[in-house]
């Protein structure tokens, strides 16, 4: 069984913030070592869809599972909940790579997303932080 991981979004993430998360993002995904594990929305290989709203990918082949998608707009609303998303991975190799994005949006945008999980978030945290400490 896989964690499903989830976030809320306050309100619009801001578009300074957002191009260094997207260029940290850009890094993190353009690896070569990650081409046969992360791919398009539909599971396909091929680059991640990251833009000026959006970063949208999921695993590739039978390696995906759910999108994982997360929009720079998605807390635009006229009331004042925040918006509620979430990404099933099913354990696969991408997970990891949903993981580090979510992590990568803390880092950029503090009390405007919170992160978490089925699984302990911390413990979460601190296993994508040892394993990013060993390569």
């Not at 260094?20 to 929305?41: N, R, Y």
């Not at 949006?105 to 990013?132: C, L, M, Y």
């Amino acid at each position: 069984m896989g964690y499903t991981h989830y976030w809320k979004i306050k309100k619009e993430l801001p578009k300074e913030q957002w191009e260094a998360f997207k260029d940290e993002t850009c890094a993190l995904l353009d690896d070569p070592s990650v081409s046969d594990i992360i791919g398009d929305a539909r599971g396909n290989v091929g680059f991640p869809r990251i833009t000026d709203t959006e970063v949208t990918f999921n695993g590739v082949g039978k390696k995906a599972h759910e999108t994982f998608s997360i929009d720079r707009c998605a807390g635009r609303r006229e009331h004042d909940k925040p918006t509620f998303n979430f990404c099933k991975t099913a354990q696969k190799p991408y997970d990891r790579y949903v993981v580090r994005v979510l992590l990568l949006a803390e880092k950029h945008f503090g009390d405007s997303i919170s992160v978490s999980s089925d699984g302990n978030w911390e413990e979460i945290r601190n296993q994508n932080q040892t394993k990013e400490t060993n390569e």
